[in-house]
């Protein structure tokens, strides 16, 4: 059977349930109406599903026509408060938030992997699950479903994610660690006001924040094993009212990238150790709030090798690669870590229709044709799994 002619059956229907999803993003937990469309399209092709993970997740279920194993698809529906700068005709309709990660896309086509495996269900071996997922942004989703059951009897599951930073057409799944876990930190910084004048009489906690961000950046240079991927960032610092005032206090928040729980925990004690040493030494103090925000995601490795072959009937085999892991982190790994499970990163990078920008931008954007083959590969990963 070729999955991607039995999914192409049904590319209008993707690609017009993908727009409606992107002109109504909903960031983590309120995903109420994207969800009411879920059901919609499940109670249309008479897919049974329960609700799971709260009041917004669901998990469906595609009964084969004899007995055998049990599969999860996973696809998250989260959208982001992110302004809109695309010029499509969809665009989003809620000011300050936008599908700028690719999540209308996913939900759409594991919707089309249910009309595909639906329609051949009688021939199928086992029990397909669909999981789709809220509050994948916050890292909090997954959990939440696998709380509530969603695991329950499933012996492998399979996800996927959209990516500017491949190119398009060419899909990554590697073998064993193919996305980075993910912490946050916030560090507060105490210093002693006073008038700019008179630096003596002051500690500038402006001065403490920058040096302690220039520290910051040994830890990967200088600590880490540099055979080991490490990524220490600062996104944000704030500091002072007045231009002639010396800041009393200062704020740097940021993020960790690992992918080895050892090197996780090193950068971790290091942001602590660094950031309080710094501040002493400019007389100053540092209080470090440190926070574990998301697991690495883990390709087993026999269910990387099935779906990599199941990628391949899709996308053609040359367009099929064993590397490429990247420094982003997704919730998924909880799936992961509970069952033998795969994830791929399907490219987008295309210049002929602008899809340039990253995920997250407020132009993010992608060729809608890769909705079909997305789709196909949801159902062809189910299709081989359940056929082995």
């Given at each position: 059977m070729d999955v991607l002619e039995l999914t192409a059956r049904f590319a209008p229907e993707i690609v017009a349930l993908r727009r409606r999803i992107h002109r109504n993003p909903e960031v983590a937990w309120q995903e109420h109406e994207t969800c009411a469309l879920v059901k919609q399209e499940l109670d249309r092709m008479g897919i049974p599903y329960r609700s799971c993970g709260g009041e917004t997740g669901i998990l469906a279920e595609i009964c084969g026509g004899r007995e055998g194993k049990t599969v999860l698809l996973r696809a998250d529906m989260d959208a982001l408060k992110v302004q809109e700068m695309a010029d499509v005709e969809y665009a989003s309709e809620k000011n300050g938030y936008m599908h700028a990660c690719g999540h209308d896309g996913h939900t759409a086509m594991l919707l089309g992997a249910a009309m595909a495996l639906h329609s051949i269900k009688a021939e199928l071996a086992g029990r397909v699950l669909l999981a789709f997922q809220p509050a994948?942004?916050?890292?909090?989703?997954?959990?939440?479903?696998i709380e509530d059951g969603a695991l329950e009897g499933v012996d492998a599951c399979f996800?996927?994610?959209?990516?500017?930073?491949?190119?398009?057409?060419?899909?990554?799944?590697?073998?064993?660690?193919?996305?980075?876990?993910?912490?946050?930190?916030?560090?507060?910084?105490?210093?002693?006001?006073?008038?700019?004048?008179?630096?003596?009489?002051?500690?500038?906690?402006?001065?403490?924040?920058?040096?302690?961000?220039?520290?910051?950046?040994?830890?990967?240079?200088?600590?880490?094993?540099?055979?080991?991927?490490?990524?220490?960032?600062?996104?944000?610092?704030?500091?002072?009212?007045?231009?002639?005032?010396?800041?009393?206090?200062?704020?740097?928040?940021?993020?960790?990238?690992?992918?080895?729980?050892?090197?996780?925990?090193?950068?971790?004690?290091?942001?602590?150790?660094?950031?309080?040493?710094?501040?002493a030494a400019y007389r100053a103090k540092a209080t470090c709030d440190y926070r574990r925000f998301c697991k690495a995601t883990w390709n087993d490795p026999a269910r990387a090798k099935q779906l990599r072959e199941?990628?391949?009937?899709?996308?053609?085999?040359?367009?099929?690669?064993?590397?490429?892991?990247?420094?982003?982190?997704?919730?998924?790994?909880?799936?992961?870590?509970?069952?033998?499970?795969?994830?791929?990163?399907?490219?987008?990078?295309?210049?002929?229709?602008?899809?340039?920008?990253?995920?997250?931008?407020?132009?993010?954007?992608?060729?809608?044709?890769?909705?079909?083959?997305?789709?196909?590969?949801?159902?062809?990963?189910?299709?081989?799994?359940?056929?082995?």
């Amino acid at each position: 059977m070729d999955v991607l002619e039995l999914t192409a059956r049904f590319a209008p229907e993707i690609v017009a349930l993908r727009r409606r999803i992107h002109r109504n993003p909903e960031v983590a937990w309120q995903e109420h109406e994207t969800c009411a469309l879920v059901k919609q399209e499940l109670d249309r092709m008479g897919i049974p599903y329960r609700s799971c993970g709260g009041e917004t997740g669901i998990l469906a279920e595609i009964c084969g026509g004899r007995e055998g194993k049990t599969v999860l698809l996973r696809a998250d529906m989260d959208a982001l408060k992110v302004q809109e700068m695309a010029d499509v005709e969809y665009a989003s309709e809620k000011n300050g938030y936008m599908h700028a990660c690719g999540h209308d896309g996913h939900t759409a086509m594991l919707l089309g992997a249910a009309m595909a495996l639906h329609s051949i269900k009688a021939e199928l071996a086992g029990r397909v699950l669909l999981a789709f997922q809220p509050a994948e942004e916050v890292a909090a989703g997954a959990v939440a479903m696998i709380e509530d059951g969603a695991l329950e009897g499933v012996d492998a599951c399979f996800g996927m994610h959209l990516m500017t930073g491949v190119d398009a057409g060419t899909v990554l799944i590697p073998d064993e660690y193919v996305l980075s876990a993910a912490d946050q930190f916030r560090i507060d910084v105490e210093g002693l006001g006073g008038h700019a004048s008179q630096p003596h009489t002051a500690v500038d906690a402006v001065v403490t924040a920058a040096a302690i961000v220039t520290a910051l950046q040994t830890i990967v240079s200088r600590e880490t094993n540099p055979q080991e991927a490490g990524v220490v960032t600062i996104g944000r610092m704030e500091a002072g009212t007045l231009f002639n005032a010396i800041a009393a206090t200062a704020v740097l928040e940021g993020t960790v990238r690992t992918y080895r729980d050892d090197v996780r925990e090193h950068i971790e004690d290091a942001v602590k150790r660094i950031a309080e040493g710094t501040a002493a030494a400019y007389r100053a103090k540092a209080t470090c709030d440190y926070r574990r925000f998301c697991k690495a995601t883990w390709n087993d490795p026999a269910r990387a090798k099935q779906l990599r072959e199941s990628a391949a009937e899709v996308f053609g085999v040359e367009n099929v690669r064993s590397n490429g892991r990247l420094m982003i982190s997704e919730d998924f790994s909880e799936f992961a870590l509970r069952v033998p499970s795969a994830f791929a990163l399907v490219g987008i990078y295309d210049e002929s229709c602008d899809a340039v920008y990253p995920n997250h931008n407020g132009k993010f954007c992608f060729d809608e044709g890769v909705l079909t083959k997305g789709a196909a590969l949801y159902a062809k990963a189910a299709m081989d799994f359940l056929a082995e």
